[in-house]
């Protein structure tokens, strides 16, 4: 495992410490958010998908998403010196497996959703079996554009082979879905940080450290500077999903654009640190992830810039 900031010791100083208060959100990445923005709706336009697929895919692929794997893509390979625009493939890639996630996390043998990115969760609008072949096609549709990225940008030290494992790997059976699968079963189980870890490093952290890691591998990265980059992304995962769990406590349905007080029966990290003491541990992670990449100097500063958007987050 990436070294993390995270353990039952840090626990102990997020219960110490109280801070409470939002604050605003950080404009910086707007433009790399455009980017995939514009990409995304691009494709929404010309999926060539049967008319039962068309509505659905539209819907998913320009629903108002903060963007931030894909942003993560871009900044990565922006540290590793490539430019954004050259990344926007994959890093809509990273968008489309994220939204496959929401899209499966909302059904009803799921979470049960009825709010997603201010609209009505995809099965409510269009039916189970549409959701769940919208969501498969996004995941597909993602490795195919990591593939085509690939061929364009041909980096000498990593072959497609390993930038696709790398993205397969963090969705699989040890990623994101070994993740949901402990979490769904994990109600009325003892509240405990290891699972709690076990559960967020894999449900959400295994997409961003892959998101991060194929922007810059894409970008011909060292394998150093790849690991300081995963470290990051590691750490900036966690404190997002803190974000979440915070967020779903003290937020509105109306400012998040999904369910709040979903969590009531789950392990969260609000329950088992309190609002303050969440806050505290999510801005020790976001320290820590900076620390990571402190030696990349200038080209970092897009990592910097969308460390800030996670710390400062309102929705
Ligand atoms: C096959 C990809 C795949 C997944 C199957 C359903 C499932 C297994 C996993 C669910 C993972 C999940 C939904 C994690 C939650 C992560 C999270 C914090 C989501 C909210 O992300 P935001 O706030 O959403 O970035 P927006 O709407 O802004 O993109």
């Known amino acids: 495992m990436l070294p993390c900031a995270f353990g039952v010791r840090r626990l102990a100083a997020a219960f110490a410490g109280q801070k409470g208060g939002g604050k605003p959100p950080h404009s910086e990445g707007m433009n790399n958010r455009e980017l995939i923005d514009n990409y ?7 999926t060539g998908a049967p008319q039962a697929l068309v509505e659905p895919l539209r819907r998913s692929l320009t629903a108002s998403g903060k963007r931030v794997r894909g942003i993560l893509t871009l900044s990565a390979g922006e540290a590793a010196g490539c430019k954004a625009e050259k990344l926007v493939e994959a890093a809509a890639a990273m968008e489309m497996i994220h939204t496959c996630s929401l899209i499966l996390d909302d059904l009803p043998s799921m979470d049960d959703a009825m709010l997603r990115r201010g609209a009505p969760a995809l099965h409510r609008e269009f039916g189970e079996d549409l959701a769940i072949l919208t969501a498969i096609s996004l995941l597909n549709h993602a490795y195919g554009l990591v593939a085509r ?3 364009a940008l041909n980096p000498r030290q990593w072959p497609l082979q390993q930038v696709i494992k790398r993205v397969a790997d963090a969705v699989g059976w040890d990623g994101t879905i070994a993740g949901q699968a402990v979490d769904l079963h994990s109600e009325g189980s003892k509240l405990d940080f290891d699972t709690l870890e076990f559960i967020h490093s894999r449900k959400t952290g ?19 500077a790849l690991g300081r980059i995963e470290v990051f992304a590691k750490n900036l995962g966690l404190a997002f999903q803190i974000t979440d769990d915070i967020l779903d406590v003290t937020g509105e349905a109306e400012q998040l654009g999904k369910d709040v007080r979903k969590d009531e029966q789950r392990l969260t990290f609000v329950k088992l640190a309190g609002v303050d003491g969440a806050r505290k541990l999510s801005e020790e992670l976001v320290e820590t992830s900076l620390s990571s990449i402190a030696n990349l100097g200038a080209p970092a500063a897009p990592l910097r810039e969308l460390a800030a958007m996670v710390r400062d987050r309102v929705r």
């Open 206 to 224: 295994a997409l961003f450290v892959a998101a991060a890691a194929v922007g810059g591998m894409l970008a011909n990265i060292s394998a150093a």
């Open 40 to 46: 995304l709706r691009n494709v929404a336009g010309r």
């Open 149 to 151: 990225n690939h061929a």
